[in-house]
T-cell receptor
Framework: RKEVEQDPGPFNVPEGATVAFNCTYSNSASQSFFWYRQDCRKEPKLLMSVYSSGNEDGRFTAQLNRASQYISLLIRDSKLSDSATYLCVVREGGFGNEKLTFGTGTRLTIIP | DAGITQSPRHKVTETGTPVTLRCHQTENHRYMYWYRQDPGHGLRLIHYSYGVKDTDKGEVSDGYSVSRSKTEDFLLTLESATSSQTSVYFC??????????????????FGPGTRLTVL
């Protein structure tokens, strides 16, 4: 079983729609969670961290469910510029443990 | 954008030849990482460094070595390249969480990547 699992997609969504991705992680000791965005042939960039209480940044909402060990990302009012691959990322934790585990990514295409 | 550069950006080489990839940062961050990214796999950690001359193995370290003689440079060496090492290589940097209070800690900033083809 992969440590971090994501539905690879692709998700083809009309502009303006709402889309949600889920990600599951296997290590219950994981402490930090992130969503990164990666455009085609570019480097990954942090989209948002995921906090236990859930957090929102504009059209993006991230949720963490520790009991079920999954993380979600919701994108509202999707834009053409949201087309990218979204990477679910987990850090196992512990001071000084800076290593991250990446999911394979979910590919999103917003259709005009 | 974080000041991270990678060189070369593209390289084609032959099996059995040595290859060195360079990552250079201007952020004075403590941690540096080398990942590879392949279809069907997430980014996988090859090696990382937590300070000058301090390095450790990651998930897929076989066939790779690293060196960090200065804070700003982290080198990845393939001693004898194989076709299975054809990949996109990303360097990343981060700072210790205790130094980033109040902000999203452990954020790793990535370089633009090096596309390596081993024939």
């Amino acid at each position: 079983r992969k440590e971090v699992e994501q539905d690879p997609g692709p998700f083809n969504v009309p502009e303006g729609a709402t889309v949600a991705f889920n990600c599951t992680y296997s290590n219950s000791a994981s402490q930090s969670f992130f969503w990164y965005r990666q455009d085609c042939r570019k480097e990954p960039k942090l989209l948002m961290s995921v906090y236990s209480s859930g957090n929102e940044d504009g059209r993006f909402t991230a949720q963490l469910n520790r009991a079920s060990q999954y993380i979600s990302l919701l994108i509202r009012d999707s834009k053409l510029s949201d087309s990218a691959t979204y990477l679910c990322v987990v850090r196992e934790g512990g001071f000084g443990n800076e290593k991250l585990t990446f999911g394979t990514g979910t590919r999103l295409t917003i259709i005009p | 954008d974080a000041g991270i550069t990678q060189s070369p950006r593209h390289k084609v080489t032959e099996t059995g030849t040595p290859v060195t990839l360079r990552c250079h940062q201007t952020e004075n961050h403590r941690y540096m990482y080398w990942y590879r990214q392949d279809p069907g796999h997430g980014l996988r950690l090859i090696h990382y460094s937590y300070g000058v001359k301090d390095t450790d193995k990651g998930e897929v370290s076989d066939g790779y070595s690293v060196s960090r003689s200065k804070t700003e440079d982290f080198l990845l060496t393939l001693e004898s390249a194989t076709s299975s090492q054809t990949s996109v290589y990303f360097c990343a940097i981060s700072e210790s969480e205790t130094l980033r209070q109040g902000s999203s800690y452990n954020e790793q900033f990535f370089g633009p990547g090096t596309r390596l083809t081993v024939l």
